[in-house]
């Protein structure tokens, strides 16, 4: 494939565009990477630390409705925990979508202990109904503090895990950050000096050709035909410079014709008299010469001048 100069410039072009592309590329990649991490501290560890603190405080409302409810065995108490029953488990139904496996795995089994809990305060309530307080008393001190200490410190563990995570999430942004400019910045300063150096390369294969021809035109308008242009190439300029080539030497068989004219009459000279007798004879189609001779002309142009001289011619 001939690399003329339409090409050259195209694949410049493509050149650059394919470094910018790649430098947009990067960007774009490493913007949501950023993102993703972003998303996942607003949707998981930040999800995770304000909804698990409303958890806490949810069941510990529900531990103190038990106590009261032990105490006062008022019907509108129990009412009261399994509200905030309800509010614990719409909680963790909240959290449970689209988090991790293992955090997934946590808040199942503080969603079983938390059924366990609801079911144990059933069991102190017919106990409270059945005058067995002290039955009640005691699954209240023993199993369900248990349990409570059980979701509690699940909780807490999740707290402290999503703070951790959130805080490697944010020194990983920074990072990512950081890495994504610099990287971006060093792809944008290759390209433009990509394209600065195929500018300057591109220019300098046109305009050097281009200043040769322009010499030899030079040469040509003062009469001299044999600079050699020195252009062998495959493009367009290649093509300007072989026309370039036969005109100026056309233009010297012309200049060499002129040369050889009359400049009294203007008529062909001898040159182009014997090429035009060898042409036709090459012909071989018969032609007829003719050849005249004005004796005594030098002594009548010397006596009546050059001007009769040109009228008798």
Not at 15 to 42: D, Q
Not at 52 to 79: F, H, N, T, V
Not at 113 to 119: A, E, I, K, P, S
Request: glycine share 6%; with cysteine.
């Amino acid at each position: 494939m001939k690399m003329t100069i339409s090409r050259k410039l195209l694949l410049g072009y493509l050149a650059m565009a394919l470094l910018t592309v790649l430098a947009s590329v990067y960007a774009i990649i490493s913007l949501r990477s950023l993102n993703n991490l972003t998303y996942a501290i607003i949707n998981q560890d930040s999800l995770i630390l304000n909804t698990s603190k409303g958890m806490i405080d949810a069941l510990l409302a529900q531990e103190s409705a038990e106590k009261k409810y032990l105490i006062l065995r008022d019907p509108s108490i129990a009412e009261l925990f399994w509200t905030r029953s309800r509010e614990f488990t719409g909680n963790l139904n909240t959290l449970r979508v689209g988090q991790p496996p293992h955090v997934a795995a946590i808040l199942k089994r503080i969603s079983i202990d938390h059924d366990r809990y609801d079911d144990l305060f059933r069991s102190e309530v017919s106990l409270v109904e059945t005058g067995n307080l002290e039955e009640a008393m005691i699954l209240s001190d023993h199993d369900s503090r248990n349990i409570i200490d059980g979701i509690a410190e699940a909780l807490h563990s999740l707290e402290r895990k999503a703070e951790k995570s959130m805080t490697a999430r944010m020194n990983q942004i920074k990072a990512q950050g950081t890495e994504a400019s610099r990287i971006t910045m060093l792809l944008s300063i290759v390209s433009l000096l990509s394209g600065f150096i195929l500018a300057i390369l591109i220019t300098y294969d046109i305009s050097r050709p281009l200043r040769k021809l322009e010499q030899a035109t030079g040469l040509v308008a003062e009469g001299i035909f044999d600079r050699d242009l020195d252009i062998r190439r495959h493009d367009e300029i290649g093509k300007l410079a072989d026309s370039f080539t036969i005109m100026t030497d056309r233009l010297k068989v012309l200049e060499a014709k002129n040369l050889d004219a009359s400049p009294l009459t203007g008529l062909p000279g001898n040159l182009v008299i014997e090429e035009e007798i060898e042409r036709r004879l090459k012909a071989g189609k018969p032609f007829s010469l003719c050849h005249l001779d004005l004796d005594n002309f030098k002594p009548f142009a010397d006596r009546y001048g050059y001007a009769w001289g040109s009228e008798v011619i």
